[in-house]
């Protein structure tokens, strides 16, 4: 495994440097993660992308760098402590030096010479891309093959003068080759049909293969990625991207698309759901299917929208005035991003209220290697729910009741237009035929009615997914990016001699009590990792009466991800020193 980042300042062009390093590499055979770190503004501040690469599936991006192009000393400065041997390769053009403490290996490279000798500044991150397949060890045809299909339409002069840019950063490196400390060999590809996406990119294509075709939204980082995916494949299928004023109208307009019987979604963040909320309660209460993606950011208010965290979750629950059941999902991987997209239509449908899926910002945004198969569309079942045919209607005729008390809480509905239907909804609450009533009895029983439906998510999906021994030392739980980052910590820990196992939740809403309870009944420590400040799943899992002393929290909330060392290393101190207290 080799882990290559490049930094400088943000417009600079460094994020089409990395995604030129992570697809060829993908291409060669290898498996791919991409980190990034930028601010919330278009140009200027600093910000990197950093890509680990190796011949094996990797789940997060770690403390380790192994080659670091820096564009200037600020990259230096902020990321050296990362390189313990490693090479920094530096643009000479402003003078690069090595803090004192470093253990780096500096490369000086006339990258910005050299491409002003190519006629433009910009073709430096090109030589660099050159030099860094030289570090690499990875073939430079490989880049130039990418280079041809990447500026097809740019014309051959672009494409020349690109691939004369990457000779040059190859040959410069490899002429001096002998000289800089060799790395980690990169091992032997693995051939597969693999491709590389963001967990937004699945998360569109799971809506579109689940039959979506309305999409209404407002833009806002990180949800945004996922309308524009939508935008470009909905023209193929007659779905249809609809930007919106604000939140309000976007949780609205498919709420009224859902109940004219269109799956149609919304994606947003934090504070756009917030807005969301007195809406969301408005499907719940007219039992309208509707589906919404929240990439949780860092908060309260506008926060830190490009940085990480998990702090959404009782909002995702319990946000909104009175008592609104809804579902709420949480994907921890791009597999499962694109899995719950499409499952979330289908949950919609079937139990007719608000899904909710809940992602963050790290797995919406970093791009990782995924297996063609695990987003395969034609293969996705459909299920509509229950909805009367016109045969159904003729034979009830008039009664058709749209609210039933029914053995199993869920009603059939119909869709405005079927002759002796009922086009009737309201958020006042109503009786079996769709009439406001105040009636207490009826009270009751409608809300036991929206209560209870929702209850039987448990039958139709797995809640809870366990990986390792079930009388781990300890359970790393978690949900979203951080199972990935729990994973590689339990490798890490296995060398130490830990036995422990990874459990992540699948569903948040309604709370798979059981399901837990059963998973980490032999256990003797859980530790619950997330990125909040006040333990949000902690509290999920108190409020079922399942925090005894055997859970522990492990917090983050400075939006930087967890790494595998760091929850390694924490894991190792908690087990420590309740071996010391014991």
Same mark, same amino acid.
């Given at each position: 495994m080799l @882990?290559?980042?490049?930094?400088?300042?943000?417009? /600079?062009?460094?994020?089409?440097?990395? $995604?030129? *390093?992570?697809?060829?590499?993908?291409?060669?055979?290898?498996? *791919?993660?991409?980190?990034?770190? +930028?601010?919330? &503004?278009?140009?200027?501040?600093?910000?990197?992308?950093?890509?680990r690469i190796a011949n094996h599936p990797i789940h997060a991006t770690t403390k380790r760098t192994d080659i670091l192009i820096a564009l200037n000393q600020e990259t230096i400065n902020l990321n050296h402590h990362e390189l313990d041997g490693g090479i920094i390769l530096a643009d000479s053009a402003f003078s690069p030096y090595l803090p004192d403490d470093s253990k780096a290996f500096l490369v000086p490279l006339a990258m910005s010479q050299m491409a002003k000798d190519q006629g433009s500044l910009l073709m430096r991150n090109m030589i660099a891309v050159g030099a860094s397949a030289a570090l690499l060890g990875l073939p430079l045809d490989a880049f130039g093959q990418y280079i041809v299909k990447r500026f097809a339409k740019k014309g051959e002069s672009i494409i020349n003068a690109n691939k004369r840019a990457l000779s040059m950063g190859y040959e410069a490196i490899m002429a001096q080759l002998d000289q800089i400390p060799a790395l980690p060999a990169l091992g032997i590809p693995v051939p597969g049909d693999r491709i590389v996406l963001t967990g937004n990119d699945a998360t569109a294509l799971g809506a579109l293969a689940a039959g979506c075709r309305i999409m209404c939204g407002y833009p806002i980082t990180p949800a945004t990625d996922i309308m524009e995916a939508l935008a470009k494949y909905f023209p193929m299928v007659g779905g249809v991207v609809m930007q919106m004023e604000d939140e309000l109208a976007s949780i609205t307009a498919a709420i009224g698309a859902g109940f004219a019987g269109a799956r149609a979604m919304t994606a947003t963040s934090g504070p756009g759901l917030s807005l969301m909320q007195e809406a969301i309660g408005l499907a719940a209460m007219t039992e309208t299917p509707v589906v919404?993606?929240? %990439?949780? #950011?860092?908060?309260?208010? %506008?926060?830190?929208? %490009?940085?990480?965290?998990?702090?959404? !979750? !009782?909002?995702?629950?319990?946000?909104?005035?009175?008592?609104?059941? &809804?579902?709420?999902?949480?994907?921890?991987?791009? /597999? /499962?991003? +694109? /899995?719950?997209?499409?499952?979330? +239509?289908?949950?919609? $449908?079937? +139990?007719?209220?608000? *899904?909710?899926?809940? %992602?963050? !910002?790290?797995?919406?945004?970093?791009?990782?290697?995924?297996? #063609?198969?695990?987003?395969?569309?034609?293969?996705?079942?459909?299920? &509509?729910? @229950?909805?009367y045919s016109a045969q159904d209607l003729s034979t009830v005729a008039n009664s058709f009741r749209r609210y039933a008390f029914t053995l199993d809480d869920i009603s059939p509905r119909t869709l405005p237009g079927m002759s002796h239907g009922q086009y009737l909804a309201t958020g006042v609450e109503h009786g079996q035929n769709g009439k406001v009533s105040e009636d207490p009895i009826n009270r009751q029983h409608m809300m036991d009615k929206r209560l209870n439906k929702v209850l039987q998510i448990h039958q139709l999906r797995t809640p809870v997914r366990y990986d390792g021994p079930e009388d781990a030392d300890v359970v790393l739980l978690a949900i979203g990016s951080t199972v990935g980052i729990n994973k590689e910590a339990k490798e890490i820990l296995a060398k130490s001699g830990v036995r422990a196992a990874v459990a992540w939740l699948r569903t948040l809403s309604p709370f798979p009590k059981d399901q837990c309870q059963r998973f980490f009944a032999k256990a003797r420590h859980i530790l619950v990792v997330e990125q909040n400040a006040t333990g949000q799943v902690a509290h999920l899992l108190k409020g079922a009466g399942l925090f005894d002393g055997r859970y522990h929290s492990l917090l983050k909330y400075d939006g930087v991800p967890f790494l595998p060392e760091e929850v390694a290393q924490e894991t190792q101190n908690l087990l420590a020193q309740l071996e010391v207290n014991h």
């Amino acid at each position: 495994m080799l @882990a290559w980042k490049i930094g400088g300042d943000q417009g /600079e062009g460094i994020d089409s440097t990395g $995604d030129i *390093v992570i697809h060829v590499a993908n291409h060669l055979g290898y498996y *791919v993660y991409g980190y990034k770190s +930028f601010s919330s &503004r278009i140009k200027g501040g600093h910000t990197n992308y950093k890509v680990r690469i190796a011949n094996h599936p990797i789940h997060a991006t770690t403390k380790r760098t192994d080659i670091l192009i820096a564009l200037n000393q600020e990259t230096i400065n902020l990321n050296h402590h990362e390189l313990d041997g490693g090479i920094i390769l530096a643009d000479s053009a402003f003078s690069p030096y090595l803090p004192d403490d470093s253990k780096a290996f500096l490369v000086p490279l006339a990258m910005s010479q050299m491409a002003k000798d190519q006629g433009s500044l910009l073709m430096r991150n090109m030589i660099a891309v050159g030099a860094s397949a030289a570090l690499l060890g990875l073939p430079l045809d490989a880049f130039g093959q990418y280079i041809v299909k990447r500026f097809a339409k740019k014309g051959e002069s672009i494409i020349n003068a690109n691939k004369r840019a990457l000779s040059m950063g190859y040959e410069a490196i490899m002429a001096q080759l002998d000289q800089i400390p060799a790395l980690p060999a990169l091992g032997i590809p693995v051939p597969g049909d693999r491709i590389v996406l963001t967990g937004n990119d699945a998360t569109a294509l799971g809506a579109l293969a689940a039959g979506c075709r309305i999409m209404c939204g407002y833009p806002i980082t990180p949800a945004t990625d996922i309308m524009e995916a939508l935008a470009k494949y909905f023209p193929m299928v007659g779905g249809v991207v609809m930007q919106m004023e604000d939140e309000l109208a976007s949780i609205t307009a498919a709420i009224g698309a859902g109940f004219a019987g269109a799956r149609a979604m919304t994606a947003t963040s934090g504070p756009g759901l917030s807005l969301m909320q007195e809406a969301i309660g408005l499907a719940a209460m007219t039992e309208t299917p509707v589906v919404i993606v929240d %990439t949780q #950011r860092a908060g309260p208010s %506008t926060g830190m929208p %490009t940085k990480q965290e998990q702090s959404d !979750l !009782l909002a995702l629950i319990y946000g909104g005035h009175g008592e609104a059941p &809804r579902i709420v999902i949480t994907p921890s991987s791009v /597999e /499962e991003a +694109f /899995e719950d997209a499409y499952e979330a +239509f289908n949950l919609a $449908d079937h +139990f007719q209220t608000p *899904v909710i899926i809940a %992602t963050d !910002l790290s797995l919406a945004l970093w791009q990782q290697t995924v297996e #063609r198969q695990a987003v395969d569309g034609p293969h996705v079942p459909i299920d &509509r729910g @229950a909805i009367y045919s016109a045969q159904d209607l003729s034979t009830v005729a008039n009664s058709f009741r749209r609210y039933a008390f029914t053995l199993d809480d869920i009603s059939p509905r119909t869709l405005p237009g079927m002759s002796h239907g009922q086009y009737l909804a309201t958020g006042v609450e109503h009786g079996q035929n769709g009439k406001v009533s105040e009636d207490p009895i009826n009270r009751q029983h409608m809300m036991d009615k929206r209560l209870n439906k929702v209850l039987q998510i448990h039958q139709l999906r797995t809640p809870v997914r366990y990986d390792g021994p079930e009388d781990a030392d300890v359970v790393l739980l978690a949900i979203g990016s951080t199972v990935g980052i729990n994973k590689e910590a339990k490798e890490i820990l296995a060398k130490s001699g830990v036995r422990a196992a990874v459990a992540w939740l699948r569903t948040l809403s309604p709370f798979p009590k059981d399901q837990c309870q059963r998973f980490f009944a032999k256990a003797r420590h859980i530790l619950v990792v997330e990125q909040n400040a006040t333990g949000q799943v902690a509290h999920l899992l108190k409020g079922a009466g399942l925090f005894d002393g055997r859970y522990h929290s492990l917090l983050k909330y400075d939006g930087v991800p967890f790494l595998p060392e760091e929850v390694a290393q924490e894991t190792q101190n908690l087990l420590a020193q309740l071996e010391v207290n014991h």
